[in-house]
């Protein structure tokens, strides 16, 4: 029975929130500045799987995040900000908390993601999402079964240096 919180709710967050409550989620917290994509994402959760709890928060609900925060699984830090060398921390660093679990689906090096791993943090970028995306859409377009999933992570990590 896991619980996710997500920050940001865009096309990213809608596949992985979906598919987290289709394989059983207890709880997903979703933390948007517009709370009306929040909680048009959290519908579709629901359709996937009524039983698991969705919670929709506004940027200002500061305590409210704390909680989802502190009661999560994982954090997964969903939104555009990162992309860019000079952008800002796309989480507030006084939300996170040594040991937390967070994931960038991000896949350059990001200030948050340095920044929760000099707190203590469990941190993961988001290589593996991008490359078993590359792997799935390889499969789809050759109409194969198994992509070559190391020459991809290879070709993946040279193009990354």
């Given at each position: 029975e896991s619980r996710f919180t997500f920050w940001g709710t865009g096309g990213a967050a809608?596949?992985?929130?979906?598919?987290?409550?289709?394989?059983?989620?207890?709880?997903?917290?979703?933390?948007?500045?517009?709370?009306?994509?929040?909680?048009?994402?959290?519908?579709?959760i629901l359709k996937a799987n009524s039983s698991c709890t969705v919670n929709c928060l506004g940027l200002d609900e500061h305590s409210a995040i704390q909680s989802a925060f502190n009661a999560s699984d994982v954090i997964i830090q969903s939104t555009s900000i990162?992309?860019?060398?000079?952008?800002?921390?796309?989480?507030?660093?006084?939300?996170?908390?040594?040991?937390?679990?967070?994931?960038?689906?991000?896949y350059?090096?990001?200030?948050?993601?340095?920044?929760?791993?000099?707190?203590?943090?469990?941190?993961?970028?988001?290589?593996?999402?991008?490359?078993?995306?590359?792997?799935?859409?390889?499969?789809?377009w050759n109409g194969i079964e198994n992509s070559p999933v190391d020459a991809m992570r290879e070709g993946l990590r040279q193009a990354l240096l």
């Open positions: 809608r596949a992985c929130g979906v598919y987290f409550a289709s394989a059983g989620a207890k709880e997903i917290n979703l933390v948007n500045r517009t709370v009306s994509k929040a909680e048009k994402l959290a519908e579709d990162g992309l860019h060398a000079d952008d800002e921390c796309s989480i507030p660093l006084g939300f996170m908390d040594k040991g937390m679990n967070i994931f960038e689906m991000i350059r090096p990001t200030l948050l993601l340095s920044e929760a791993e000099k707190m203590g943090c469990n941190v993961i970028d988001g290589k593996g999402m991008l490359l078993y995306q590359g792997v799935k859409s390889f499969s789809i």
